[in-house]
């Protein structure tokens, strides 16, 4: 059980953001919200363990891969809890005794988010005439492959998509699966998945049947 210490309040926003806030915090970030519970333990800005359970998916994650997991995610909702060096120690031997300890390299942010979203994109990269697949959140590309200016499309895909939303919401036809803009000189499609969302780039040949069913698989691999 980890030390109550004392609470600084609470923020909201990427893990990341965290260094830039307050890059000496000692004592441990505390998530608490509806998708899963968790922590990531802090001395002098650097982290030194962690884990989150998500009960959404069912998943129980500590060390290295609770610490990516979390550190992947777009935005927390957490608390900040301020501990003395007696409590950061009783804390490090907690995590210590039950594997929750981070490893040098797994404190270090991960290029991609977890491997099965790495097959799945490399799987669509793959199909004949996409030119770039890209993972985002909020007008911002978290992930991508191929060759694309990816800020762009992340922008304009996140207004398209939440016009596509209400569209289908005021049409009453139930959640929206995907969209697809087709012109003479190439295709748009865009998916939401998961907590994120999905764009693909590709040519006018390109087999519109393979890449939503490599889209549908993606899709169902978030749920």
């Known amino acids: 059980m980890l030390p109550d210490g004392v609470s600084l309040g609470r923020l909201q926003g990427p893990l ?7 890059p000496h ?3 441990a970030v505390r998530i608490d919200e509806p998708r899963g519970t968790g922590f990531v333990l802090v001395q002098s800005g650097s982290p030194y363990a ?24 777009p935005s927390l909702d957490y608390e ?8 950061t120690e009783a804390a490090r031997e ?7 300890l981070i490893s040098e390299g797994g404190a270090k942010p991960a290029a991609r988010t977890r491997s099965e979203d790495t097959g799945y994109l490399d799987l669509i990269a793959r199909q004949p005439g996409v030119i770039a697949v890209s993972v985002f959140h909020e007008g911002f590309a978290l992930q991508s492959l191929g060759s694309a200016d990816f800020e762009q499309v992340a922008a304009v895909a996140e207004d398209l998509l939440r016009a596509g939303i209400r569209i289908t919401a005021d049409m009453e036809m139930g959640d929206l699966s995907q969209m ?7 295709k748009l499609i865009i998916a939401p998945y998961g ?7 590709a040519k006018p040949e390109a087999n519109l049947g393979l890449i939503r069913l490599s889209i549908r698989g993606m899709q169902d691999g978030a749920a």
């Open 50 to 73: 962690s884990a989150f359970e998500d009960t959404g998916k069912g998943l129980l994650l500590s060390g290295d891969e609770a610490y990516r997991h979390l550190l992947d995610r």
């Open 180 to 186: 697809i803009l087709e012109t003479p000189a190439g």
């Open 80 to 87: 900040l809890i301020a501990y003395t060096a007696e409590e």
């Open 25 to 27: 915090f000692t004592g």
């Open 94 to 100: 907690v995590s210590r005794e039950t594997g929750c």
């Open 16 to 22: 990341s953001a965290l260094a830039s806030i307050s």
């Open 195 to 201: 907590d994120l969302s999905l764009c693909i780039l």
